[in-house]
């Protein structure tokens, strides 16, 4: 018999922060994969690069923070953050180098081949040299402000991820001014990619990054002086916005002062030019006050991101994903009423392959019946020109009782959030800006509607945001019922949120901060129990991310047990399986395909009596301890089975997409079947999709 090994040993927990760094390796594995559609491809590329600088702007700007200010406390994993930012720093470098690898010997290469061109300054024709310095002139020199640096004009404030040119130079101006750095920053009102005109192509699509076009004529903005050379560079600062909400008045207010001084907070990464001397870079860390730790050389372009907005612009759809059509549900199909629909049966949603749309009209339906007297509903990101927020504004209009929970908070989301806030309370909705000191999650949607006399409430609970576009790319589900079980908990939670009040007990409903975390350890000790009696015990669960401790400590006392467990953690997870006399009956794999995985759903066997749990909550220490989250049971046993086949067993069995962690924190390749190949995403396509 193996010996069981203690499960709260530093060494079994993961780093959470290089764990998530890791989920960029397998997102840039599909930009390497020659089977993936090239122009997605490139889009794989930008999104590894557009998750790599929010890295950088959140969790390593908070490890720099905590080892600043000496409160750098090592998480359950025991990493002292320094530490921490040391293996940070090798890994991005590897990931970094990985991404300028792909770029140049793969997908420049392919592209070229499919007519899609992105030449060098050293490959311009005449004709396009031309076309690019009229380009120049006529539109970028006439926005373009210069600044040479000396005691009269000292060195700027850098706007957060803005690309700038460092320009050396040689001479004097007019005014006898020895010429040494000058700084000129791209406007940001122009495109950073310029498509050229037919007229000077070789290729049916030729683009030019707007650095090289700065490269090429910065000289025309310093005359009679020379350039010894220009350097690309960016820089990406601390993102976090500090506010004590304890402290102020009024949380807009505060957080647009906030987001006033975001872009130019403390820097923590510093991105140039691989040929950029060491004068240069030098002088630019030094104004920074960053050290060489926190510089990143990159072999093309700093700003390789902006290659996304060519997706859009190049008409082949034999190079991108095929398009699909969510299935709408019936009942919308059909036209029905939707209050009715639901009072028959729960509708389930599983999105993207079913549609949002569905959703969007139990909203407009509210809107316009006379019998709905009131809305009540939470957003925390819904997009621009979200028409959602449009429905509501509408509903309020039309003499409804409207009431929305506004997540100020939400990471990157915070201006937006505000503006759009600020139209729903023009237009008379009551707007409530959650709770202090914990972030409004939940997705929670309630409509109260008087029938035969008597009151009856409707909800919608899911797992994702209510935001019209990402339900196009995020796998979640959602849940329409008018179980009054379950209406009356979601009110009680506005009540909650809204008001002030003690702690409710909820019939149906589990809730961070208060039941979640602990219902979670007692089902999980639950399967333990049911082991160790011999009934069925096992836990499948489909998440995010996973790192609470007590969480994984307790997932491993069950796999001590005899419980098996099965997880499809898409990004970070800090549980280390495969551990011999530990986690040797818990797997992890983690799926990456067209679209990102962001359902939770939680299973448990429960000695022959099982549980299907949707919910707004990864097993993550901030949604379980530090937010307002709700898990909702699905009760209709045909829609769990559905959850089930459709999340769990289906995931589980993939064999093209899916990544497998094994107990040394690395991640490979799941090796597809030559007889059964099995994408779940391909699956529910054809499943859910006409």
């Not at 040479?148 to 040119?165: E, T, V, Y």
């Not at 040494?180 to 122009?190: D, G, K, N, W, Y």
């Not at 509408?394 to 009782?401: E, L, V």
């Not at 409430?457 to 329409?480: A, K």
């Amino acid at each position: 018999m193996t010996a069981r090994r203690k499960t709260q040993s530093p060494e079994l927990h993961l780093n959470r922060e290089l764990a998530q760094l890791e989920f960029n390796v397998r997102v840039l594995a599909q930009a390497q994969d020659a089977r993936v559609p090239l122009l997605e491809r490139l889009r794989y590329l930008c999104i590894t690069n557009s998750n790599l600088d929010e890295f950088f702007e959140v969790q390593v700007a908070i490890l720099r923070h905590h080892v600043a200010f000496g409160d750098a406390v090592p998480g359950p994993d025991g990493l002292a953050p320094a530490e921490a930012l040391d293996r940070i720093r090798a890994r991005a470098l590897d990931l970094v180098h990985a991404q300028y690898a792909l770029w140049h010997e793969a997908l420049l290469p392919d592209m070229e081949r499919e007519g899609i061109r992105f030449p060098e300054r050293a490959r311009w024709t005449a004709r396009q040299r031309h076309w690019l310095q009229n380009y120049f002139r006529s539109e970028v020199l006439p926005v373009l402000s210069p600044l040479g640096l000396d005691p009269a004009h000292p060195f700027p404030r850098i706007l957060n991820k803005s690309l700038n040119i460092a320009v050396a130079l040689r001479g004097t101006d007019a005014f006898g001014r020895e010429g040494h750095i000058a700084l000129v920053r791209a406007p940001r009102s122009l495109p950073r990619l310029v498509r050229l005109p037919p007229e000077v192509c070789t290729r049916p699509y030729e683009f030019v990054f707007l650095s090289s076009i700065l490269l090429q004529f910065v000289d025309e903005l310093f005359p009679g002086m020379r350039v010894k050379g220009a350097y690309p560079f960016r820089v990406t600062r601390n993102s976090e916005l500090f506010v004590d909400e304890e402290e102020v008045e009024n949380l807009a207010h505060a957080l647009r002062d906030e987001l006033r001084g975001r872009g130019f907070a403390r820097a923590v990464r510093l991105e140039i030019s691989e040929t950029c001397p060491k004068g240069v870079a030098e002088f630019l860390m030094r104004n920074f006050e960053l050290d060489e730790t926190q510089v990143y050389r990159c072999n093309g372009p700093v700003n390789i991101h902006r290659v996304a907005a060519v997706y859009d612009q190049i008409e082949r759809p034999d190079l991108k994903f095929p398009r699909f059509t969510p299935h709408l549900a019936d009942a919308v199909a059909a036209e029905r009423n939707l209050f009715e629909a639901i009072a028959e049966r729960d509708i389930l949603l599983h999105h993207p392959f079913e549609s949002f749309d569905t959703v969007l009209e139990l909203v407009r339906q509210a809107s316009t019946d006379p019998h709905v007297l009131a809305i009540k509903q939470t957003l925390y990101r819904t997009g621009a020109d979200s028409p959602l927020v449009a429905l509501l504004i509408d509903a309020a209009r039309a003499g409804k009782d409207v009431t929305v929970v506004v997540e100020l908070r939400a990471r990157f989301d915070e201006e937006q959030n505000i503006v759009f806030a600020n139209r729903l309370q023009e237009a008379g909705v009551q707007v409530v800006y959650g709770v202090v000191g914990y972030k409004t999650h939940a997705k929670m949607l309630l409509i109260v509607r008087r029938e035969h006399g008597t009151l009856r409430r409707y909800t919608h609970l899911s797992t994702g945001n209510y935001h019209h576009l990402t339900t196009r790319l995020y796998t979640d589900f959602g849940l329409m019922t008018a179980d009054a079980e379950i209406g009356s908990d979601v009110h009680d939670l506005f009540q909650q949120i809204s008001g002030l009040g003690p702690a409710i007990r909820l019939k149906r409903l589990l809730q961070s901060p208060f039941t979640l975390h602990k219902r979670v350890l007692e089902m999980i000790q639950r399967e333990i129990t049911h082991a160790r009696a011999g009934r069925p015990a096992r836990i499948a669960a489909k998440m995010n991310a996973l790192n609470e401790a007590g969480v994984v400590e307790l997932l491993y006392k069950a796999s001590q047990a005899g419980v098996r467990v099965d997880l499809i953690v898409r990004g970070a997870c800090t549980l280390r399986p495969g551990v011999k006399g530990l986690s040797e009956n818990i797997r992890v794999r983690s799926i990456v395909g067209r679209f990102l995985e962001h359902s939770r759903v939680y299973w448990f066997a429960n000695g022959g009596a099982a549980e299907t749990w949707c919910a707004s909550a990864d097993w993550m220490e901030r949604n379980l301890l530090r937010r307002i989250e709700v898990c909702f049971p699905i009760r209709d046993a045909e829609l769990a089975q559905r959850v089930y086949d459709e999340a769990l067993e289906n995931y589980l069995a993939d064999n093209t997409q899916a990544w497998l962690l094994d107990a040394d924190g690395r991640y490979e390749r799941a090796l597809p079947d030559a007889d059964m190949p099995h994408s779940a995403q391909a699956a529910l396509m054809a499943k859910l999709c006409p």
